[in-house]
Protein backbone atom coordinates (compact mmCIF):
# COMPACT_ATOMS: atom_id res chain seq x y z
CA UNK A 1 0.00 0.00 0.00
CA UNK A 2 1.59 3.23 -0.92
CA UNK A 3 2.13 5.81 1.78
CA UNK A 4 1.75 9.59 0.61
CA UNK A 5 1.59 13.19 2.76
CA UNK A 6 -1.97 14.72 3.62
CA UNK A 7 -1.10 18.00 2.16
CA UNK A 8 0.91 20.41 4.74
CA UNK A 9 -0.64 18.42 7.72
CA UNK A 10 2.64 16.34 8.15
CA UNK A 11 0.33 13.55 8.35
CA UNK A 12 1.41 10.08 6.21
CA UNK A 13 -1.29 8.29 5.16
CA UNK A 14 -2.21 5.45 2.93
CA UNK A 15 -3.46 5.66 -0.42
CA UNK A 16 -7.15 4.36 0.22
CA UNK A 17 -8.50 5.42 3.05
CA UNK A 18 -11.42 2.86 5.48
CA UNK A 19 -14.55 4.12 5.24
CA UNK A 20 -16.98 2.99 8.70
CA UNK A 21 -19.89 4.69 8.30
CA UNK A 22 -21.90 1.54 8.13
CA UNK A 23 -20.37 0.22 11.45
CA UNK A 24 -23.66 0.14 13.60
CA UNK A 25 -26.64 -0.54 11.47
CA UNK A 26 -25.76 -2.57 8.21
CA UNK A 27 -22.72 -3.62 9.95
CA UNK A 28 -22.07 -4.86 13.58
CA UNK A 29 -19.46 -4.29 15.73
CA UNK A 30 -17.92 -8.01 14.94
CA UNK A 31 -18.20 -7.27 11.41
CA UNK A 32 -16.88 -3.46 11.86
CA UNK A 33 -13.75 -5.26 14.04
CA UNK A 34 -13.05 -7.65 10.96
CA UNK A 35 -13.06 -5.08 8.24
CA UNK A 36 -10.89 -3.12 10.56
CA UNK A 37 -8.85 -6.12 10.93
CA UNK A 38 -8.95 -6.67 7.15
CA UNK A 39 -7.68 -3.13 5.97
CA UNK A 40 -4.79 -2.73 8.28
CA UNK A 41 -3.73 -6.18 7.43
CA UNK A 42 -3.87 -4.59 3.73
CA UNK A 43 -1.80 -1.58 4.84
CA UNK A 44 -5.14 0.79 5.03
CA UNK A 45 -3.95 2.75 7.96
CA UNK A 46 -6.01 5.82 7.72
CA UNK A 47 -9.83 5.57 9.01
CA UNK A 48 -12.26 7.83 8.59
CA UNK A 49 -15.57 8.53 10.81
CA UNK A 50 -18.19 10.59 12.36
CA UNK A 51 -19.94 11.40 15.14
CA UNK A 52 -22.92 11.25 13.07
CA UNK A 53 -22.71 8.12 12.02
CA UNK A 54 -23.64 5.33 11.33
CA UNK A 55 -26.14 6.33 8.48
CA UNK A 56 -28.78 4.04 6.58
CA UNK A 57 -30.35 6.18 7.87
CA UNK A 58 -28.68 8.75 10.46
CA UNK A 59 -31.33 7.89 13.27
CA UNK A 60 -30.83 9.64 16.87
CA UNK A 61 -30.14 6.48 19.16
CA UNK A 62 -27.54 5.20 16.81
CA UNK A 63 -25.33 8.52 16.71
CA UNK A 64 -21.57 8.14 18.03
CA UNK A 65 -22.16 3.78 17.17
CA UNK A 66 -19.48 3.81 14.20
CA UNK A 67 -17.05 5.68 16.40
CA UNK A 68 -17.33 3.54 19.33
CA UNK A 69 -16.62 0.79 17.34
CA UNK A 70 -13.82 2.20 16.29
CA UNK A 71 -12.70 2.50 19.75
CA UNK A 72 -13.46 -0.54 20.56
CA UNK A 73 -11.39 -2.12 18.35
CA UNK A 74 -8.42 -0.16 19.64
CA UNK A 75 -9.32 -0.85 22.95
CA UNK A 76 -9.09 -4.92 21.91
CA UNK A 77 -6.35 -5.02 19.38
CA UNK A 78 -4.13 -1.64 20.95
CA UNK A 79 -1.63 0.14 18.11
CA UNK A 80 -3.01 3.42 18.02
CA UNK A 81 -0.10 4.23 17.03
CA UNK A 82 -0.56 2.42 13.83
CA UNK A 83 -3.51 4.09 12.60
CA UNK A 84 -4.62 7.88 11.29
CA UNK A 85 -8.18 8.55 12.32
CA UNK A 86 -10.19 10.94 10.99
CA UNK A 87 -13.53 11.91 12.23
CA UNK A 88 -16.33 14.99 12.15
CA UNK A 89 -18.31 17.41 14.01
CA UNK A 90 -22.23 17.38 12.77
CA UNK A 91 -23.44 20.40 10.71
CA UNK A 92 -26.63 21.82 11.63
CA UNK A 93 -29.33 19.46 11.72
CA UNK A 94 -28.86 14.95 11.78
CA UNK A 95 -29.57 14.91 15.43
CA UNK A 96 -26.60 15.70 16.65
CA UNK A 97 -27.55 19.63 18.37
CA UNK A 98 -30.08 19.94 15.71
CA UNK A 99 -30.39 23.43 14.69
CA UNK A 100 -27.26 24.71 16.50
CA UNK A 101 -24.15 25.52 13.98
CA UNK A 102 -20.84 24.72 14.99
CA UNK A 103 -19.18 27.26 17.08
CA UNK A 104 -16.14 27.01 18.85
CA UNK A 105 -17.69 25.60 21.70
CA UNK A 106 -19.07 23.07 20.16
CA UNK A 107 -16.28 22.24 18.60
CA UNK A 108 -14.27 21.33 21.22
CA UNK A 109 -17.23 19.51 23.17
CA UNK A 110 -17.70 17.38 20.22
CA UNK A 111 -14.17 16.71 19.62
CA UNK A 112 -14.05 15.81 23.59
CA UNK A 113 -16.75 13.56 23.25
CA UNK A 114 -15.40 11.59 20.30
CA UNK A 115 -12.30 10.78 21.63
CA UNK A 116 -14.10 9.37 24.45
CA UNK A 117 -15.72 7.22 22.19
CA UNK A 118 -12.83 6.27 20.14
CA UNK A 119 -10.75 5.35 23.14
CA UNK A 120 -7.55 7.58 22.04
CA UNK A 121 -6.04 10.54 23.50
CA UNK A 122 -6.05 12.51 20.31
CA UNK A 123 -7.76 12.38 16.46
CA UNK A 124 -5.38 12.58 13.53
CA UNK A 125 -7.93 14.27 11.59
CA UNK A 126 -10.51 16.73 12.66
CA UNK A 127 -13.16 17.71 10.19
CA UNK A 128 -15.88 19.90 10.06
CA UNK A 129 -18.93 17.49 8.41
CA UNK A 130 -20.61 20.58 6.41
CA UNK A 131 -20.58 24.68 6.28
CA UNK A 132 -22.83 26.14 8.67
CA UNK A 133 -24.20 28.15 6.07
CA UNK A 134 -25.48 24.92 3.89
CA UNK A 135 -23.46 24.20 0.40
CA UNK A 136 -24.08 22.31 -2.94
CA UNK A 137 -23.36 18.66 -2.22
CA UNK A 138 -26.18 16.11 -1.25
CA UNK A 139 -27.83 17.08 -4.94
CA UNK A 140 -28.84 20.43 -2.88
CA UNK A 141 -26.82 21.85 -6.41
CA UNK A 142 -30.44 21.94 -8.03
CA UNK A 143 -32.05 24.22 -5.60
CA UNK A 144 -28.71 25.99 -4.48
CA UNK A 145 -29.60 30.05 -3.87
CA UNK A 146 -26.48 31.77 -1.95
CA UNK A 147 -28.44 34.40 -0.42
CA UNK A 148 -28.86 35.95 2.65
CA UNK A 149 -25.35 35.23 3.50
CA UNK A 150 -23.28 37.80 5.68
CA UNK A 151 -19.68 37.99 4.98
CA UNK A 152 -18.81 39.40 8.54
CA UNK A 153 -20.53 36.94 10.59
CA UNK A 154 -19.38 33.94 8.37
CA UNK A 155 -15.77 35.54 8.90
CA UNK A 156 -16.36 35.93 13.09
CA UNK A 157 -17.72 32.28 13.03
CA UNK A 158 -14.84 30.80 10.81
CA UNK A 159 -12.47 32.86 12.98
CA UNK A 160 -14.16 31.13 16.20
CA UNK A 161 -13.89 27.43 15.20
CA UNK A 162 -9.92 27.90 14.38
CA UNK A 163 -9.09 29.71 17.62
CA UNK A 164 -10.60 26.71 18.98
CA UNK A 165 -8.89 24.34 17.00
CA UNK A 166 -5.66 25.92 17.60
CA UNK A 167 -6.41 25.00 21.43
CA UNK A 168 -7.01 21.94 20.64
CA UNK A 169 -3.63 21.02 18.41
CA UNK A 170 -1.77 23.17 21.26
CA UNK A 171 -3.68 20.44 24.03
CA UNK A 172 -2.85 17.76 21.81
CA UNK A 173 -6.10 16.59 21.44
CA UNK A 174 -6.38 16.90 17.35
CA UNK A 175 -3.56 17.06 15.46
CA UNK A 176 -4.92 18.65 12.58
CA UNK A 177 -8.20 20.08 10.94
CA UNK A 178 -9.77 19.21 7.97
CA UNK A 179 -13.33 20.42 5.65
CA UNK A 180 -15.96 18.17 4.28
CA UNK A 181 -18.47 19.57 1.42
CA UNK A 182 -17.25 23.08 1.33
CA UNK A 183 -17.99 25.31 -1.50
CA UNK A 184 -14.68 26.59 -3.20
CA UNK A 185 -15.60 30.82 -1.79
CA UNK A 186 -15.81 28.43 1.92
CA UNK A 187 -12.27 27.21 1.69
CA UNK A 188 -10.43 29.99 0.20
CA UNK A 189 -12.21 32.01 3.28
CA UNK A 190 -10.95 29.31 5.78
CA UNK A 191 -7.13 28.78 4.37
CA UNK A 192 -6.64 32.76 4.32
CA UNK A 193 -8.30 33.74 7.99
CA UNK A 194 -5.55 30.85 8.42
CA UNK A 195 -2.77 32.46 6.57
CA UNK A 196 -3.49 35.69 8.13
CA UNK A 197 -4.00 35.43 11.44
CA UNK A 198 -1.50 32.34 11.96
CA UNK A 199 -4.19 30.15 12.94
CA UNK A 200 -4.47 26.83 12.15
CA UNK A 201 -4.74 25.75 8.82
CA UNK A 202 -7.79 23.29 6.78
CA UNK A 203 -5.46 19.96 5.22
CA UNK A 204 -7.88 18.43 3.25
CA UNK A 205 -11.54 18.98 1.93
CA UNK A 206 -13.66 15.77 2.10
CA UNK A 207 -15.91 15.93 -0.75
CA UNK A 208 -18.20 13.34 -2.78
CA UNK A 209 -16.41 12.43 -6.24
CA UNK A 210 -16.41 9.68 -8.86
CA UNK A 211 -16.78 8.94 -12.09
CA UNK A 212 -20.59 10.10 -11.98
CA UNK A 213 -19.55 13.28 -9.70
CA UNK A 214 -17.32 15.24 -10.78
CA UNK A 215 -18.47 18.86 -9.21
CA UNK A 216 -14.10 18.82 -8.11
CA UNK A 217 -13.16 19.02 -11.11
CA UNK A 218 -12.92 23.08 -12.35
CA UNK A 219 -12.65 25.25 -9.67
CA UNK A 220 -12.03 23.15 -6.85
CA UNK A 221 -9.23 21.08 -8.42
CA UNK A 222 -7.35 24.46 -8.71
CA UNK A 223 -7.94 25.26 -5.60
CA UNK A 224 -6.55 21.94 -4.01
CA UNK A 225 -3.75 21.78 -6.47
CA UNK A 226 -2.45 25.32 -5.94
CA UNK A 227 -2.89 25.21 -2.37
CA UNK A 228 -2.19 21.51 -1.51
CA UNK A 229 -5.15 21.04 -0.04
CA UNK A 230 -6.11 16.75 -0.46
CA UNK A 231 -9.83 15.38 -1.55
CA UNK A 232 -10.58 12.77 0.41
CA UNK A 233 -12.88 11.48 -1.58
CA UNK A 234 -16.44 9.97 -0.47
CA UNK A 235 -18.84 8.02 -2.31
CA UNK A 236 -16.50 6.97 -5.17
CA UNK A 237 -18.58 3.82 -6.23
CA UNK A 238 -21.38 6.25 -6.23
CA UNK A 239 -23.33 4.83 -3.06
CA UNK A 240 -22.77 1.16 -4.96
CA UNK A 241 -23.91 2.35 -8.44
CA UNK A 242 -20.87 2.02 -9.91
CA UNK A 243 -20.66 -1.42 -8.94
CA UNK A 244 -23.33 -2.44 -11.36
CA UNK A 245 -25.24 -4.39 -8.78
CA UNK A 246 -28.30 -1.85 -9.52
CA UNK A 247 -28.16 -2.33 -12.69
CA UNK A 248 -30.93 -2.70 -14.77
CA UNK A 249 -32.84 -0.92 -11.73
CA UNK A 250 -33.01 -3.37 -9.42
CA UNK A 251 -32.96 -3.29 -5.80
CA UNK A 252 -30.79 -6.45 -3.63
CA UNK A 253 -32.41 -7.20 -0.79
CA UNK A 254 -29.32 -6.56 1.61
CA UNK A 255 -28.15 -3.71 -0.42
CA UNK A 256 -28.43 0.06 0.33
CA UNK A 257 -30.88 1.10 -1.62
CA UNK A 258 -33.62 -1.68 0.22
CA UNK A 259 -32.95 0.82 2.46
CA UNK A 260 -32.64 4.33 0.81
CA UNK A 261 -34.60 3.43 -2.30
CA UNK A 262 -32.91 6.88 -4.46
CA UNK A 263 -29.55 6.64 -3.34
CA UNK A 264 -29.86 10.00 -1.48
CA UNK A 265 -30.76 11.41 -5.12
CA UNK A 266 -28.69 9.35 -7.38
CA UNK A 267 -31.99 6.94 -9.13
CA UNK A 268 -32.42 9.31 -11.73
CA UNK A 269 -33.35 8.39 -15.60
CA UNK A 270 -29.93 9.43 -16.91
CA UNK A 271 -27.80 7.60 -14.26
CA UNK A 272 -28.44 3.89 -15.83
CA UNK A 273 -27.41 4.84 -19.08
CA UNK A 274 -24.24 6.34 -17.37
CA UNK A 275 -23.39 3.54 -15.17
CA UNK A 276 -24.13 1.12 -18.41
CA UNK A 277 -21.17 3.15 -20.18
CA UNK A 278 -18.89 2.78 -17.10
CA UNK A 279 -19.50 -0.95 -16.89
CA UNK A 280 -18.51 -1.35 -20.57
CA UNK A 281 -15.41 0.29 -20.33
CA UNK A 282 -14.67 -2.47 -17.91
CA UNK A 283 -15.46 -4.85 -19.64
CA UNK A 284 -13.63 -3.73 -22.87
CA UNK A 285 -10.22 -3.46 -21.03
CA UNK A 286 -10.41 -6.77 -18.98
CA UNK A 287 -11.27 -4.51 -15.52
CA UNK A 288 -13.26 -5.48 -12.66
CA UNK A 289 -15.69 -2.15 -12.56
CA UNK A 290 -15.07 -1.76 -8.46
CA UNK A 291 -11.49 -1.14 -9.01
CA UNK A 292 -11.41 0.87 -12.31
CA UNK A 293 -13.75 3.13 -10.71
CA UNK A 294 -11.35 3.98 -7.34
CA UNK A 295 -8.52 4.07 -9.51
CA UNK A 296 -9.60 6.51 -11.62
CA UNK A 297 -9.92 8.83 -8.67
CA UNK A 298 -6.15 8.12 -7.88
CA UNK A 299 -5.55 9.38 -11.57
CA UNK A 300 -6.53 13.07 -10.91
CA UNK A 301 -4.27 15.81 -11.30
CA UNK A 302 -4.69 17.23 -7.83
CA UNK A 303 -4.11 14.74 -4.80
CA UNK A 304 -7.02 12.33 -3.84
CA UNK A 305 -7.18 10.01 -1.51
CA UNK A 306 -10.43 7.31 -1.96
CA UNK A 307 -12.04 6.43 0.49
CA UNK A 308 -13.69 2.78 0.45
CA UNK A 309 -16.61 0.73 2.23
CA UNK A 310 -18.44 -2.18 2.27
CA UNK A 311 -21.16 -3.77 4.28
CA UNK A 312 -19.86 -7.75 3.11
CA UNK A 313 -15.71 -8.68 3.55
CA UNK A 314 -15.54 -9.58 0.16
CA UNK A 315 -16.77 -6.75 -1.62
CA UNK A 316 -13.91 -5.03 0.85
CA UNK A 317 -11.42 -7.15 -0.21
CA UNK A 318 -12.19 -6.12 -3.72
CA UNK A 319 -12.32 -2.24 -3.26
CA UNK A 320 -8.54 -2.81 -1.28
CA UNK A 321 -7.98 -4.54 -4.45
CA UNK A 322 -7.74 -1.19 -6.48
CA UNK A 323 -4.37 -0.21 -4.39
CA UNK A 324 -1.78 0.06 -7.06
CA UNK A 325 -3.75 -0.33 -9.95
CA UNK A 326 -2.78 1.78 -12.76
CA UNK A 327 -5.36 2.52 -15.71
CA UNK A 328 -3.79 2.77 -19.16
CA UNK A 329 -4.62 6.08 -21.60
CA UNK A 330 -6.82 4.21 -23.21
CA UNK A 331 -8.85 3.37 -20.06
CA UNK A 332 -8.67 7.17 -19.31
CA UNK A 333 -9.60 8.03 -22.89
CA UNK A 334 -12.44 5.71 -22.73
CA UNK A 335 -13.80 6.73 -19.81
CA UNK A 336 -13.17 10.47 -20.60
CA UNK A 337 -15.69 10.09 -23.13
CA UNK A 338 -18.38 8.44 -21.42
CA UNK A 339 -18.12 11.60 -19.21
CA UNK A 340 -18.70 14.13 -22.31
CA UNK A 341 -21.89 11.69 -23.28
CA UNK A 342 -23.42 11.59 -19.25
CA UNK A 343 -21.54 14.49 -17.63
CA UNK A 344 -24.18 15.01 -15.12
CA UNK A 345 -26.70 11.76 -14.56
CA UNK A 346 -28.03 12.87 -10.94
Not at 41 to 65: C, H, K, L, Q, S
Not at 67 to 92: C, F, N, P, Q, Y
Not at 176 to 201: C, F, K, M, Q, Y
Request: glycine share 8%; proline share 5%; with cysteine.
Amino acid sequence: MKMIPLGRSGLTVSELCLGTMTWGSQNTEAEGHVQADLALDRGITFWDTAEMYPVNPVRAETVGVSEEIVGSWIKARGGRDRLVIATKITGTGQHVRPGQPITGTSLREAAEASLRRLNTDYIDLYQLHWPNRGSYHFRQNWSYAPTGIDRTAETAAMTDILTAAQSLIAEGKIRAIGLSNETVWGTARWLHLADTLGLPRMVSAQNEYSLLCRQFDTDHAELSLIEDLPLLAYSTLAAGLLSGKYAGDVTPSDSRRARVPDLGGRITPQVFPAVAACLAVAADHGLDPVQMAIAFCRTRPFTTIPIIGATRLADLATCIGAAGLNLSPEVLDDLNEVYRLHPRPF
